[in-house]
Structures are given as C-alpha cells and as structure tokens.
C-alpha cells in the first residue's frame, strides 16, 4: 500500500470529523460520563463515524482502533488509531484547544500521523522517514539546551485521583526547575507543540495507543527524542512518555526520578 495514498484519506477523514466538531462547538446538548473526569460528547461519537465510514469506504479491509467505538477488526497488517476529539472537556467549555488524531500502524509499526485542530485550521502531519510538517511548513524541534530556559508542558490523566502523589511531585519539580509547565488539556497537541519547538518537553502518565500514537511519530519526525520515565525506548503500549527536543532529555529523567 501507497502510504501517500493512505495520507490522503486521512486528511480526507480528519477534515470530515472537524466539520463535526465544528458544528457541534458550543451547542453540545448531551454530556456522558465514563469517568469522574472522562466526558464524551455527541460530538464524540459523530466525528469518529464520519471518520471511519471515510476510511472504511477506502480502506474496507484494514482494522481500526478508536476511542469511542473500540476495535474494528480487520486485517491485522495495517490498523488505523483514531481520536476523534481529544480534549473533550476543553470542547465542553468551549475553550479552542482540542484536536483530532489519526494514526496508521503497518505491521505493528506507526508510519503516519494527522493531528488537527479544527479551530484554528493547523494541520500536524508525518510518515516515517520523512519528517514533520505543520500545513506544508516543515517543523522541527527546539534548540533549547536546559530545563532552566526551557517551557515545558504536561497533562494529568483520567485516573490522576490514582496517582496524584507523583503526579504532583514531578508538576512542582519540574516547574520550579524550569521557565514553567502549562497544561493544555490536549496530548496530542502537547506532542505537536513540542514537535514545532513552542514547548521544550512534555510527560504524561497512562494515556492510551490513541492519544498518542500521531502524536509520538510526529514528534519524532521533528526530532525529537521519545522515552518512558526510566530512559526506556518508547511503544504506544507504554504507561508512561517523555518527549523532549534530546538537548534536555537527561535532565527531564533526573527531574521525573521520584519516590513514589
């Protein structure tokens, strides 16, 4: 398979789900809970449809792996992660930082990734081996060489209740050690601002194949260099990642070194 034919439906996908989110941003009328902090939306469930039935209709074979709808089957070859709006509580009240993300893993290996923020219409792609591009601009890493002149950025997972000791201490560590630490309540953006050089570094905890499966090639794409919190090579499966531009990535696994 072609993978620029692969990008092509899913550019075609990730713009039919952001006319749904579009659609539905500020008139949401159906608020579910799947967790204490984990919300889903009709907006949710739309956009991954539309962004299924997109792939589906060009791809009928492949299987699919997506937040709301679980796993399609399909062939095992070539599977397609999809998050067809990350930062759900961010759309809720109404605050533009949220994204589609959409991943294609040919035999076990991600090789292309779309992430969209339907708001402000910037377009994060990649394949493996040839780089990064926000629109048709090509991106790369910062050059920032220290954690004390570094922006960093961070999320706090579904389950944060579950880890919130360690969670905090890493916040208040790495947020006195450097310039600061935002949360924008978005991982896959946070990956992309990191891959564009906005942000120097960014971890998380427990976030799932979908909200980072885009994200992590891009990234890497752009140079940046990918571990869990122990300096171990990175897989979506991980419970934990660390993506920095590779100048501070010593000093983020000294800063992330915490009793738990």
Not at 123 to 137: E, F, H, I, K, V
Not at 215 to 243: H, M, W, Y
């Amino acid at each position: 398979m072609d993978i620029e034919d692969a990008k092509r439906v899913g550019i075609e996908a990730i713009y039919n789900g952001a006319g749904v989110l579009r659609n539905y941003f500020g008139r949401i009328s159906q608020i579910n809970e799947k967790g204490v902090f984990d919300l889903v939306t009709e907006a949710d469930t739309e956009s991954e449809n539309q962004i299924v039935e997109t792939i589906r209709k060009a791809f009928p074979d492949h299987a699919i792996l997506a937040e709301e709808s679980g796993e399609n089957k399909g062939t095992p070859e070539y599977q397609w992660l999809i998050d067809p709006l990350d930062g759900t509580t961010n759309y809720v009240h109404q605050l533009p930082f949220f994204t589609i993300a959409i991943a294609l893993a040919v035999g076990g290996k991600i090789e292309l990734g779309l992430i969209l923020n339907p708001m402000d219409g910037e377009l994060y792609s990649a394949t493996a081996g040839n780089g990064a591009r926000l629109n048709d601009r090509p991106i790369e890493v910062s050059s920032t060489a220290s954690v004390s002149g570094s922006l960093l950025v961070t999320g706090f997972p579904y389950d944060f209740n579950e880890i919130v000791k360690p969670a905090m201490q890493r916040f208040s560590v790495c947020q006195q050690a450097s310039q600061g630490v935002r949360r924008l309540g978005s991982a896959a953006l946070d990956l992309c601002y990191v891959a564009c050089g906005r942000f120097d570094g960014f971890w998380e905890q427990n976030l799932h194949p979908w909200d980072k499966a885009a994200g992590a090639l891009i990234a890497a794409e752009a140079g940046a260099v990918i571990t869990d919190f122990s300096n171990r090579p990175f897989s979506i499966d991980q419970k934990e990642i660390l993506v920095t531009n590779g100048r501070i990535h010593e000093e983020m696994l000294s800063l992330l070194k915490i009793e738990e």
